[in-house]
Protein backbone atom coordinates (compact mmCIF):
# COMPACT_ATOMS: atom_id res chain seq x y z
CA UNK A 1 0.00 0.00 0.00
CA UNK A 2 1.13 3.18 -0.67
CA UNK A 3 -0.23 6.71 0.98
CA UNK A 4 1.84 9.33 -0.88
CA UNK A 5 -0.32 11.70 -2.48
CA UNK A 6 0.58 12.39 -5.94
CA UNK A 7 2.62 15.34 -7.13
CA UNK A 8 -0.97 16.97 -8.18
CA UNK A 9 -2.55 16.34 -4.56
CA UNK A 10 0.34 17.48 -2.66
CA UNK A 11 0.54 21.06 -4.92
CA UNK A 12 -3.11 21.37 -4.18
CA UNK A 13 -2.89 20.46 -0.21
CA UNK A 14 -0.09 22.99 0.17
CA UNK A 15 -2.20 25.55 -1.85
CA UNK A 16 -4.82 25.23 0.90
CA UNK A 17 -2.68 24.98 3.69
CA UNK A 18 -1.61 28.43 2.50
CA UNK A 19 -4.87 29.85 1.80
CA UNK A 20 -6.29 28.33 4.94
CA UNK A 21 -4.28 30.17 6.73
CA UNK A 22 -4.13 33.59 5.32
CA UNK A 23 -7.45 34.01 4.18
CA UNK A 24 -9.65 32.01 6.47
CA UNK A 25 -8.37 31.82 10.03
CA UNK A 26 -7.34 35.24 10.45
CA UNK A 27 -11.45 36.09 9.36
CA UNK A 28 -13.14 33.38 11.25
CA UNK A 29 -13.62 34.39 14.63
CA UNK A 30 -14.99 37.22 13.71
CA UNK A 31 -17.28 35.49 11.55
CA UNK A 32 -18.80 33.29 13.94
CA UNK A 33 -19.00 36.30 16.45
CA UNK A 34 -20.84 38.23 13.57
CA UNK A 35 -23.27 35.26 13.36
CA UNK A 36 -23.84 35.48 17.33
CA UNK A 37 -24.34 39.33 17.08
CA UNK A 38 -27.03 38.95 14.42
CA UNK A 39 -29.10 37.21 16.46
CA UNK A 40 -28.56 38.67 19.83
CA UNK A 41 -30.19 41.63 17.59
CA UNK A 42 -32.90 39.63 16.43
CA UNK A 43 -31.37 39.58 12.45
CA UNK A 44 -31.42 36.63 10.52
CA UNK A 45 -28.27 34.58 11.50
CA UNK A 46 -29.42 32.02 8.74
CA UNK A 47 -28.31 34.45 5.81
CA UNK A 48 -24.71 33.88 5.24
CA UNK A 49 -22.76 36.83 5.99
CA UNK A 50 -21.05 38.35 2.53
CA UNK A 51 -17.82 37.78 3.64
CA UNK A 52 -17.83 33.90 2.64
CA UNK A 53 -18.93 34.85 -0.76
CA UNK A 54 -15.93 36.83 -0.94
CA UNK A 55 -13.88 33.66 0.25
CA UNK A 56 -15.18 31.14 -2.19
CA UNK A 57 -14.36 33.81 -4.87
CA UNK A 58 -11.04 33.85 -4.16
CA UNK A 59 -10.51 30.40 -3.77
CA UNK A 60 -12.61 29.50 -7.35
CA UNK A 61 -10.15 31.39 -8.89
CA UNK A 62 -7.01 29.99 -7.25
CA UNK A 63 -8.50 26.69 -8.45
CA UNK A 64 -9.25 25.62 -5.09
CA UNK A 65 -12.79 24.49 -5.57
CA UNK A 66 -15.10 21.08 -5.86
CA UNK A 67 -11.07 19.40 -4.64
CA UNK A 68 -13.84 16.48 -3.35
CA UNK A 69 -14.67 15.31 -6.73
CA UNK A 70 -13.58 11.32 -7.49
CA UNK A 71 -10.95 10.81 -9.67
CA UNK A 72 -13.36 8.23 -11.52
CA UNK A 73 -16.63 10.41 -11.94
CA UNK A 74 -15.41 13.90 -12.17
CA UNK A 75 -15.34 13.90 -15.94
CA UNK A 76 -15.66 16.92 -17.87
CA UNK A 77 -17.17 18.64 -14.60
CA UNK A 78 -13.79 18.76 -12.26
CA UNK A 79 -12.43 21.63 -15.75
CA UNK A 80 -15.99 22.95 -16.25
CA UNK A 81 -16.53 24.02 -12.41
CA UNK A 82 -13.49 25.18 -11.57
CA UNK A 83 -11.20 22.58 -10.29
CA UNK A 84 -7.30 23.17 -10.77
CA UNK A 85 -5.98 20.47 -13.13
CA UNK A 86 -9.39 20.03 -15.15
CA UNK A 87 -9.75 16.18 -12.86
CA UNK A 88 -11.10 14.36 -9.84
CA UNK A 89 -8.69 12.95 -7.04
CA UNK A 90 -8.66 9.79 -5.08
CA UNK A 91 -9.80 8.94 -1.92
CA UNK A 92 -5.97 8.52 -0.93
CA UNK A 93 -5.14 12.08 -2.21
CA UNK A 94 -7.87 13.95 -1.58
CA UNK A 95 -7.72 13.04 2.56
CA UNK A 96 -4.71 15.41 3.82
CA UNK A 97 -6.83 18.05 1.75
CA UNK A 98 -10.15 17.33 3.95
CA UNK A 99 -8.11 17.31 6.84
CA UNK A 100 -6.79 20.38 6.60
CA UNK A 101 -10.56 21.99 5.86
CA UNK A 102 -10.96 20.07 9.21
CA UNK A 103 -9.22 23.00 11.00
CA UNK A 104 -11.84 25.27 10.43
CA UNK A 105 -15.86 25.23 10.69
CA UNK A 106 -16.65 27.13 7.14
CA UNK A 107 -13.18 26.06 4.63
CA UNK A 108 -15.62 23.16 3.81
CA UNK A 109 -17.89 25.73 2.78
CA UNK A 110 -15.28 27.99 1.31
CA UNK A 111 -13.97 25.31 -0.99
CA UNK A 112 -17.68 23.83 -1.81
CA UNK A 113 -16.77 20.69 0.10
CA UNK A 114 -19.32 20.58 2.48
CA UNK A 115 -21.00 17.91 3.45
CA UNK A 116 -24.13 17.26 3.09
CA UNK A 117 -23.55 18.44 -0.87
CA UNK A 118 -20.20 16.64 -1.58
CA UNK A 119 -22.41 13.08 -0.82
CA UNK A 120 -25.24 14.71 -2.97
CA UNK A 121 -23.33 15.67 -5.68
CA UNK A 122 -21.45 12.30 -5.92
CA UNK A 123 -24.84 10.38 -5.75
CA UNK A 124 -25.66 12.72 -9.14
CA UNK A 125 -22.33 12.20 -10.46
CA UNK A 126 -22.37 8.17 -9.78
CA UNK A 127 -26.27 7.30 -9.94
CA UNK A 128 -27.89 10.36 -11.69
CA UNK A 129 -28.97 10.89 -15.19
CA UNK A 130 -28.00 13.73 -17.88
CA UNK A 131 -31.72 15.30 -17.23
CA UNK A 132 -30.61 15.36 -13.02
CA UNK A 133 -27.38 16.17 -13.25
CA UNK A 134 -27.95 19.21 -15.54
CA UNK A 135 -31.25 20.63 -12.99
CA UNK A 136 -29.44 20.15 -9.77
CA UNK A 137 -25.58 18.79 -10.13
CA UNK A 138 -24.27 21.71 -11.90
CA UNK A 139 -25.99 24.06 -10.18
CA UNK A 140 -24.62 22.55 -7.20
CA UNK A 141 -21.24 22.31 -8.53
CA UNK A 142 -21.36 26.14 -9.75
CA UNK A 143 -22.38 26.62 -5.45
CA UNK A 144 -25.17 28.82 -6.64
CA UNK A 145 -27.59 26.35 -4.74
CA UNK A 146 -27.69 23.83 -1.59
CA UNK A 147 -28.94 20.47 -0.58
CA UNK A 148 -29.87 18.35 1.58
CA UNK A 149 -30.06 14.44 2.80
CA UNK A 150 -33.20 13.41 4.20
CA UNK A 151 -32.72 9.90 5.10
CA UNK A 152 -33.05 9.63 9.92
CA UNK A 153 -37.10 9.65 11.21
CA UNK A 154 -38.22 10.97 14.40
CA UNK A 155 -40.59 7.79 15.25
CA UNK A 156 -38.12 4.83 13.96
CA UNK A 157 -35.19 3.61 15.38
CA UNK A 158 -33.10 5.07 12.00
CA UNK A 159 -29.64 3.60 13.04
CA UNK A 160 -31.46 0.51 11.37
CA UNK A 161 -32.55 1.89 7.69
CA UNK A 162 -34.75 -0.65 6.90
CA UNK A 163 -37.19 1.07 9.16
CA UNK A 164 -37.74 4.06 7.25
CA UNK A 165 -41.65 4.27 7.18
CA UNK A 166 -41.96 7.45 4.96
CA UNK A 167 -43.14 6.40 1.49
CA UNK A 168 -42.43 7.06 -1.78
CA UNK A 169 -45.03 5.65 -4.42
CA UNK A 170 -45.16 5.46 -7.76
CA UNK A 171 -48.10 6.83 -9.13
CA UNK A 172 -48.16 6.38 -12.77
CA UNK A 173 -45.60 9.17 -13.97
CA UNK A 174 -45.24 10.44 -10.78
CA UNK A 175 -44.14 9.45 -7.39
CA UNK A 176 -45.99 10.75 -4.09
CA UNK A 177 -44.36 11.33 -0.98
CA UNK A 178 -45.21 11.35 2.86
CA UNK A 179 -43.61 11.26 5.78
CA UNK A 180 -41.35 12.89 8.14
CA UNK A 181 -37.73 13.37 8.19
CA UNK A 182 -35.31 15.20 10.86
CA UNK A 183 -31.50 15.49 11.55
CA UNK A 184 -31.58 16.74 7.81
CA UNK A 185 -28.62 18.94 7.52
CA UNK A 186 -28.88 21.84 5.69
CA UNK A 187 -32.02 22.61 5.16
CA UNK A 188 -31.81 25.78 7.25
CA UNK A 189 -29.57 27.39 4.59
CA UNK A 190 -31.56 30.07 2.31
CA UNK A 191 -30.35 28.44 -0.94
CA UNK A 192 -30.90 25.12 -0.22
CA UNK A 193 -33.47 24.13 -3.20
CA UNK A 194 -32.97 20.47 -3.28
CA UNK A 195 -34.11 17.62 -1.00
CA UNK A 196 -32.48 13.49 -1.27
CA UNK A 197 -35.39 11.80 -0.21
CA UNK A 198 -34.99 8.36 0.83
CA UNK A 199 -38.61 6.10 1.28
CA UNK A 200 -40.74 3.02 1.35
CA UNK A 201 -41.79 2.15 -1.96
CA UNK A 202 -42.45 -2.28 -1.93
CA UNK A 203 -42.86 -3.22 1.85
CA UNK A 204 -42.87 -6.88 0.63
CA UNK A 205 -39.56 -6.47 -1.24
CA UNK A 206 -36.18 -7.60 0.37
CA UNK A 207 -35.31 -5.43 3.15
CA UNK A 208 -32.59 -4.17 1.20
CA UNK A 209 -34.97 -4.08 -1.90
CA UNK A 210 -37.76 -1.80 -0.33
CA UNK A 211 -36.81 2.06 -0.87
CA UNK A 212 -36.21 4.46 -2.90
CA UNK A 213 -34.17 7.31 -3.60
CA UNK A 214 -36.04 10.68 -5.05
CA UNK A 215 -34.56 14.04 -5.73
CA UNK A 216 -37.95 16.50 -4.53
CA UNK A 217 -37.65 20.34 -4.70
CA UNK A 218 -37.32 21.84 -1.79
CA UNK A 219 -40.55 24.17 -2.67
CA UNK A 220 -42.56 21.33 -3.90
CA UNK A 221 -46.47 21.90 -2.74
CA UNK A 222 -46.55 19.76 0.27
CA UNK A 223 -43.02 20.36 1.67
CA UNK A 224 -42.63 21.94 5.19
CA UNK A 225 -39.69 22.78 7.33
CA UNK A 226 -41.43 22.21 10.63
CA UNK A 227 -38.63 23.15 12.79
CA UNK A 228 -34.97 23.61 12.94
CA UNK A 229 -33.03 21.53 15.44
CA UNK A 230 -30.46 22.54 18.23
CA UNK A 231 -27.55 20.43 18.36
CA UNK A 232 -26.58 20.57 22.26
CA UNK A 233 -27.68 24.34 22.15
CA UNK A 234 -26.28 25.43 18.86
CA UNK A 235 -28.39 25.79 15.83
CA UNK A 236 -25.22 25.57 13.39
CA UNK A 237 -26.17 28.47 10.85
CA UNK A 238 -26.43 28.96 8.12
CA UNK A 239 -26.62 25.33 7.70
CA UNK A 240 -28.57 23.54 10.53
CA UNK A 241 -30.43 20.44 11.02
CA UNK A 242 -34.35 20.56 10.27
CA UNK A 243 -36.89 18.18 10.90
CA UNK A 244 -39.31 18.45 7.80
CA UNK A 245 -42.53 16.83 6.70
CA UNK A 246 -44.16 15.66 3.34
CA UNK A 247 -47.76 16.14 2.79
CA UNK A 248 -48.71 14.25 -0.43
CA UNK A 249 -45.36 15.57 -2.59
CA UNK A 250 -45.88 14.97 -6.11
CA UNK A 251 -42.97 15.20 -7.83
CA UNK A 252 -42.14 13.42 -11.54
CA UNK A 253 -40.95 9.80 -11.76
CA UNK A 254 -38.43 10.84 -13.56
CA UNK A 255 -37.16 12.54 -10.35
CA UNK A 256 -35.91 8.33 -9.15
CA UNK A 257 -32.43 8.27 -8.42
CA UNK A 258 -31.34 4.79 -10.72
CA UNK A 259 -34.57 3.12 -9.78
CA UNK A 260 -37.36 2.33 -7.86
CA UNK A 261 -36.07 -0.27 -4.59
CA UNK A 262 -32.29 1.16 -4.77
CA UNK A 263 -31.74 3.11 -2.46
CA UNK A 264 -29.46 0.94 -0.28
CA UNK A 265 -26.95 0.27 -3.07
CA UNK A 266 -27.12 4.36 -3.61
CA UNK A 267 -26.85 4.55 0.15
CA UNK A 268 -23.52 2.39 0.26
CA UNK A 269 -21.84 3.73 -2.40
CA UNK A 270 -22.10 7.81 -1.25
CA UNK A 271 -21.53 6.64 2.36
CA UNK A 272 -17.89 4.98 2.18
CA UNK A 273 -16.26 8.15 0.66
CA UNK A 274 -18.33 10.55 2.78
CA UNK A 275 -17.28 8.78 5.56
CA UNK A 276 -13.33 9.07 5.01
CA UNK A 277 -14.19 12.96 4.22
CA UNK A 278 -16.15 13.04 7.72
CA UNK A 279 -12.94 11.38 9.34
CA UNK A 280 -10.17 12.91 7.40
CA UNK A 281 -11.73 16.43 8.54
CA UNK A 282 -12.63 15.52 12.47
CA UNK A 283 -8.34 14.35 12.79
CA UNK A 284 -7.88 18.16 10.99
CA UNK A 285 -9.99 19.16 14.44
CA UNK A 286 -8.50 17.27 16.02
CA UNK A 287 -4.56 18.58 15.43
CA UNK A 288 -6.34 21.93 15.70
CA UNK A 289 -7.23 21.71 19.38
CA UNK A 290 -4.04 19.71 19.98
CA UNK A 291 -1.98 22.48 18.63
CA UNK A 292 -4.39 25.26 21.04
CA UNK A 293 -3.47 22.93 24.20
CA UNK A 294 -0.19 22.92 23.82
CA UNK A 295 -0.15 26.20 23.13
CA UNK A 296 -2.09 27.15 26.33
CA UNK A 297 -0.48 25.00 28.41
CA UNK A 298 3.53 26.65 27.38
CA UNK A 299 1.61 30.20 27.99
CA UNK A 300 -0.18 29.56 31.06
CA UNK A 301 0.96 29.28 34.56
CA UNK A 302 -0.30 27.80 38.06
CA UNK A 303 1.08 26.47 41.37
CA UNK A 304 4.30 28.21 39.89
CA UNK A 305 4.56 25.66 36.70
CA UNK A 306 3.23 25.75 33.45
CA UNK A 307 0.31 23.81 33.25
CA UNK A 308 1.88 21.37 30.55
CA UNK A 309 4.31 20.27 32.93
CA UNK A 310 1.32 19.75 35.91
CA UNK A 311 -1.12 16.94 36.54
CA UNK A 312 0.07 14.33 33.94
CA UNK A 313 -0.66 16.74 31.06
CA UNK A 314 2.59 15.85 29.27
CA UNK A 315 1.65 12.43 29.18
CA UNK A 316 -2.09 13.24 27.82
CA UNK A 317 -0.23 15.29 25.32
CA UNK A 318 1.82 12.68 23.93
CA UNK A 319 -1.21 10.03 24.20
CA UNK A 320 -2.69 12.67 22.07
CA UNK A 321 -0.46 12.78 19.39
CA UNK A 322 0.05 9.05 19.15
CA UNK A 323 -3.97 8.49 18.94
CA UNK A 324 -4.24 11.36 16.32
CA UNK A 325 -1.00 9.38 14.19
CA UNK A 326 -2.61 6.54 14.66
CA UNK A 327 -6.07 7.29 13.90
CA UNK A 328 -4.95 9.48 10.23
CA UNK A 329 -3.41 5.81 9.41
CA UNK A 330 -6.18 3.76 9.95
CA UNK A 331 -8.06 6.50 7.75
CA UNK A 332 -6.00 6.27 4.60
CA UNK A 333 -5.81 2.60 4.98
CA UNK A 334 -9.16 2.78 4.63
CA UNK A 335 -8.99 5.44 1.14
CA UNK A 336 -6.74 3.04 -0.43
CA UNK A 337 -9.41 0.46 0.22
CA UNK A 338 -11.69 2.63 -1.56
CA UNK A 339 -9.50 3.30 -3.78
CA UNK A 340 -8.04 0.10 -5.25
CA UNK A 341 -11.44 -1.95 -4.56
CA UNK A 342 -14.43 0.09 -3.86
CA UNK A 343 -16.54 0.34 -1.02
CA UNK A 344 -17.84 -3.60 -0.73
CA UNK A 345 -13.89 -3.78 -0.18
CA UNK A 346 -13.44 -1.34 1.90
CA UNK A 347 -16.78 -2.44 4.43
CA UNK A 348 -14.64 -3.76 7.19
CA UNK A 349 -11.93 -0.45 7.32
CA UNK A 350 -14.40 2.14 6.77
CA UNK A 351 -16.82 0.66 9.91
CA UNK A 352 -13.35 0.77 11.96
CA UNK A 353 -12.82 4.37 11.25
CA UNK A 354 -15.67 5.83 12.02
CA UNK A 355 -15.76 4.39 15.58
CA UNK A 356 -12.11 4.96 16.11
CA UNK A 357 -11.97 8.50 14.79
CA UNK A 358 -14.90 10.42 16.51
CA UNK A 359 -14.03 8.83 19.94
CA UNK A 360 -10.51 9.81 19.33
CA UNK A 361 -11.54 13.62 18.36
CA UNK A 362 -13.99 13.70 21.72
CA UNK A 363 -10.83 12.98 23.60
CA UNK A 364 -8.60 14.91 22.78
CA UNK A 365 -10.56 18.11 22.03
CA UNK A 366 -12.37 17.46 25.72
CA UNK A 367 -8.38 17.28 27.39
CA UNK A 368 -7.75 20.81 25.22
CA UNK A 369 -11.37 22.35 26.62
CA UNK A 370 -9.68 20.91 30.29
CA UNK A 371 -6.19 22.62 30.01
CA UNK A 372 -8.23 25.94 28.61
CA UNK A 373 -10.78 25.66 31.77
CA UNK A 374 -13.57 27.90 32.03
CA UNK A 375 -12.45 29.49 28.96
CA UNK A 376 -13.14 26.12 26.77
CA UNK A 377 -16.33 26.36 27.34
CA UNK A 378 -17.22 29.26 26.18
CA UNK A 379 -17.35 30.83 22.60
CA UNK A 380 -14.00 32.15 23.02
CA UNK A 381 -12.24 29.54 21.61
CA UNK A 382 -13.56 27.11 18.91
CA UNK A 383 -13.12 24.17 21.26
CA UNK A 384 -17.04 23.74 22.58
CA UNK A 385 -18.25 23.43 18.98
CA UNK A 386 -15.57 21.43 18.12
CA UNK A 387 -16.49 18.78 20.92
CA UNK A 388 -20.09 19.03 19.57
CA UNK A 389 -19.04 17.84 16.28
CA UNK A 390 -17.07 15.30 17.05
CA UNK A 391 -20.04 14.22 19.43
CA UNK A 392 -22.66 14.51 16.67
CA UNK A 393 -20.34 12.17 14.54
CA UNK A 394 -20.81 9.18 16.81
CA UNK A 395 -24.22 9.30 15.34
CA UNK A 396 -24.24 10.83 11.68
CA UNK A 397 -23.65 8.06 9.22
CA UNK A 398 -24.39 5.41 12.05
CA UNK A 399 -23.77 5.10 15.47
CA UNK A 400 -20.97 3.68 16.70
CA UNK A 401 -22.30 0.48 17.51
CA UNK A 402 -23.68 -0.84 14.27
CA UNK A 403 -19.94 0.38 12.96
CA UNK A 404 -18.86 -2.27 16.23
CA UNK A 405 -21.31 -4.73 14.89
CA UNK A 406 -20.46 -4.77 11.15
CA UNK A 407 -16.45 -5.16 12.23
CA UNK A 408 -17.56 -7.83 14.81
CA UNK A 409 -19.64 -9.53 12.33
CA UNK A 410 -16.62 -9.90 9.86
CA UNK A 411 -14.43 -10.86 12.22
CA UNK A 412 -16.61 -13.71 13.46
CA UNK A 413 -17.05 -15.06 10.02
CA UNK A 414 -13.07 -15.89 9.75
CA UNK A 415 -14.27 -18.69 12.11
CA UNK A 416 -16.63 -20.00 10.53
CA UNK A 417 -19.79 -17.96 12.46
CA UNK A 418 -22.69 -17.40 10.25
CA UNK A 419 -23.68 -13.70 9.27
Not at 290 to 299: F, I, T, Y
Request: charged fraction near 25%; include cysteine; hydrophobic fraction near 40%.
Amino acid sequence: MDFAPSARAADLTARVKAFIETEIEPVEAGYHHEIAATRERGGDPWQPLPLIAELQEKARAQGLWNLFLPKEHAGEYAARFGTDGGEGLTNTDYAPIAELTGRSFIAPYVFNCNAPDTGNMEVLLKYGDEAQRKEWLEPLLDGRIRSAFTMTEPDVASSDATNMEATAVLDGDEIVINGRKWWSTGVGHPDCKIFVFMGLTDPDAGRHQRHTMVLVPRDAPGVKVERMLQTMGVYDEPFGHGEVSFTDVRVPASNVLLGPGRAFEIAQGRLGPGRVHHCMRLIGLAEKALELACKRGLERTAFGKPLANLGGNRERIADARIAIDQARLLVLNAAWKLDTGGSPNAINEVSQIKVAVPNMAQQVIDFAIQLHGGGGLSNDFPLAGAWINARALRLADGPDEVHRGVVARLELMKYGASR
